[in-house]
């Protein structure tokens, strides 16, 4: 689990946003309605976010402005991907893009990612969307890695032009002689 301490030495900028935390169920209806001015994310139920707060915490994370979210990162270690963690959705409101806050959300999920002995980070995203895929550039960065792009992420029926796909990027958490 991501300790308070390990959340802590997450190096981050000076901020205009309240600590950066991991999710609990009690997030679940804030997350939900958060999402949905977070477009082109998908939004889902609170009863899904309530299972990912509950059961994936140490891979959810909040960033909140006076109790109120701004930002998200979910993700999942993956049961069929061996040291893999998928993030699931990022995003941050209208506000506060390009203070930052991003990739010190994306710095929390790696050092999650690390603290459970994950390998690499993997994220879909969509063809056009050059702002976020900037990020994990940065992140990459960071980490002293590539960004590499490992395929389509196709949905089963999905139109023939690949409009409803997206680009699977996977980010290793070490440089490979370093474990």
């Known amino acids: 689990m991501l300790t308070n301490e390990a959340l802590n030495s997450v190096p981050s900028q000076a901020s205009n946003w309240d600590p950066i935390r991991s999710c609990t169920p009690d997030d679940a209806q804030a997350l939900c309605r958060v999402v949905h001015d977070l477009q082109p ?3 889902h139920t609170a009863y899904t976010y309530w ?3 509950k059961y994936a915490g140490n891979t959810c994370f909040v960033a909140e402005r006076h109790g109120s979210p701004v930002g ?3 993700g999942l270690l993956s049961s069929t991907a061996p040291r893999t963690l998928l993030i699931w959705q990022i995003g941050v409101v209208g506000e506060f893009r390009g203070t930052g806050l991003s990739d010190a959300l994306l710095d929390h ?3 999650a990612g690390k603290s459970l002995h994950a390998k690499r980070l993997e994220v879909s995203i969509a063809r056009d969307n050059r702002a976020s895929k900037r990020a994990l550039l940065r992140l ?3 980490l002293g ?3 590499e792009d490992i395929g389509m992420a196709k949905l089963p029926g999905a139109s023939a032009s690949g409009e409803d796909s997206e680009v699977l990027y996977r980010i290793a958490l070490f440089k490979s002689n370093d474990g």
């Open 41 to 43: 994310l998908t939004v």
């Open 51 to 53: 299972v990912l707060c």
């Open 72 to 74: 998200l990162a979910i």
């Open 109 to 111: 999920m790696a050092a």
């Open 140 to 142: 990459a960065g960071r």
């Open 145 to 147: 890695v590539e960004l």
